[in-house]
């Protein structure tokens, strides 16, 4: 089965500096690339996506790499506020259409003010 | 537009006990993925119910056990409850054919 490896396991930024997370997967048929955010407490929320025929998609002050050759994800965040401190999670999916989702371990993000 | 609503909100059990949790999806959606996170833990994917039937299972024992009733909610069961069951147990609700999860905020279930 999908196997997903995050890093970092945690994350401490300034405000205002730029944080990244990467992700790898396993399973070549992966095809969707969600991300999603879980502050304390509360839900996960997805934050943003991507499939397999896409190298990149942003929204704001997030981004999300995919390099399917490496199998491997990331997430950028810029110009980062307190607001965005959490915990992140990757998943992959080889299907994006209501299949399951392998999730990574998770990334604690801190952004100190 | 309602989202996905989970109850209880917190559980304790004792060993061995059984529990039910229930999830209604989000308006519109008509699959339900079920999923535990541990403590400090991603989520790990329990089983997905469409159409009423268990169409995709993790790697859960046979203790773990669902059900989607005719209006899309769902039930997961737990019997013989071990210390380790204690998490966060998730519903996620989607469309068949659309894409992405919608999360509900959880049940904490703990298990002394």
């Known amino acids: 089965g999908e196997n997903v490896e995050q890093h970092p396991s945690t994350l401490s930024v300034q405000e205002g500096d730029s944080a990244v997370i990467k992700c790898t997967y396993s399973d070549s048929a992966s095809n969707y690339f969600p991300w999603y955010k879980q502050e304390l407490g509360k839900r996960p929320q997805l934050i943003i996506d991507?499939?397999?025929?896409?190298g990149e998609k942003k929204d704001q002050r997030i981004a999300v790499t995919l390099n399917k050759t490496a199998k491997h994800f990331s997430l950028h965040i810029t110009e980062t506020q307190p607001e965005d401190s959490a915990v992140y999670f990757c998943a992959a999916s080889p299907k994006a259409a209501g299949n399951k989702l392998t999730f990574g371990g998770g990334t604690r993000v801190l952004v100190k003010p | 537009d309602a989202g996905v609503t989970q109850s209880p909100t917190h559980l304790i059990k004792t060993r061995g006990q059984q529990v039910t949790l229930r999830c209604s999806p989000k308006s519109g959606h008509d699959t339900v993925s079920w999923y535990q996170q541990a403590l400090g833990q991603g989520p790990q994917f329990i089983f997905q119910y469409y159409e009423e039937e268990e169409r995709q299972r993790g790697n859960f024992p046979d203790r773990f056990s669902g059900h989607q009733f005719p209006n899309y909610s769902s039930e997961l069961n737990v019997n013989a409850l071990l210390l380790g069951d204690s998490a966060l147990y998730l519903c996620a609700s989607s469309l068949a054919g659309g894409l992405g999860y919608t999360f509900g905020s959880g049940t904490r279930l703990t298990v002394v």
């Open positions: 991507i499939r397999s025929n896409v």
